[in-house]
């Protein structure tokens, strides 16, 4: 509807005072912006570039009317996923906020939130969240706590703590942002459903997937009812839940889940998108749990083609790929190309996000179960020691992630003639498992017999 009416506006404007004349510029603009919301990018685009054009005209290069186009043209790069160019704008944007109005315009505060989601989406999340911050800062400067531009920043903020596995921050602001979305916009807008699903990731990731999968349900009847079923938010939360269904071992109703979510991107971002890569992702995350190797390969090597395009191999991304290319191998009993693409995450996930962050620990314990398959237990019981104490101090001893981890440990004791503590191990990892994944999940089945076995 509103496109309708905006169409309508440019149209008698035009008639009446010529296609260049300033006050179109306004038009177009909401028009660029209608089209964005849908995830029509390249349609937008097209409307932004006639707005920047008249506002030049008419304004010349310095004037914060510039800065206002060149701020949305860059968000429509930043969501196509070409980041450096998002960037370039972002930055030439933000010279002319701090030269025409100041530092603390909330102009400014807009365009420094937009250059830490180009930061994210680099996978530099300490950069980013140091623009974040400054954004906040802005933000609650001038509208107060309670603003939905508050939220916003609080949202992303949130979502790069989990990316810096620092889940329980991550989970504390998501909410925070939530709840601000709520009282200034209302249960049913666009913004306070992505605050919604944001609030089920952080559950994700904290292992608790019936509540991630509340938080996704909630949220995507408000998506589709504002911007339709094809959009991107509507496919991040598609793709949210497939990942909540593989926590839960549903992988059937995960595929359909990823392959809702591959539809969108691929009719609106094209087959090279960031996005197309995450997805493929999950896909290949269910043929893994799955054990079909071969087209879990298949998914895992689409994904890194694009990944590696889009973000370079220097991105957790990128590590997390390598990693689950590296278990596909191992599946197929594969050592030696597994401790390849293990080794290579590993480092990748040290050199981007560190030693302590619950990647690290996922490939430590991957690379354990290498060693333990060639019998080399020494070996392996020194990374899933590794493996455990990071996943806990970064989850917790209740995540399934610590659990499997000291699962991993045991195999390695009992291995190693240690049956006490091992059978201990078993003990401890079974009621999480149980209690987080549930009682037909691979995971916990795998400690069931293991521990009715040392228990003979």
Known sequence: ???????????IQQAALGDGHPETSVTLHALGQAHAEKGDYARALEYYHQELAITKAAHGDNHPYMAATLTAIGQAHLNTGENTRALELFEQSLAIIQAALSDSHPSAGVVLHSIGQVYTNKGEYERALSYYQQALAIAKAVYGDMHPETSAVLRDIGQTHGYLGNYDRAMEISQAALDVAKTTLGDNHPSTADACSCVGLAHARLGRYDLALQCYHQS????????????????????????????RGEYEQALGSYQESLTIIQELLGAQHIDMALTLHGIGEVHLSKCEYDRALESFQQDLAITTAAVGEQHPDTATTLCSIGQAHFGKGEDAPALEFYQRALTITRGTVGDRHPGTAITLRCIGQVHLRQRDYSQALDCFQQAQSIAEAALGERHAETAIAVGCRGQALEALGNFTVARACYEHALPVLTQTLGPAHPETQTITRLLERIKA
């Open 1 to 11: 509807r509103a496109l309708e009416y905006y169409q309508q506006s440019l149209a």
């Open 220 to 247: 995507l009847p408000t998506l589709v009812a504002a911007l339709g079923k094809c959009n991107t938010s509507t496919a991040a939360v598609y793709r949210a839940m497939g990942q909540a269904h593989v926590g």
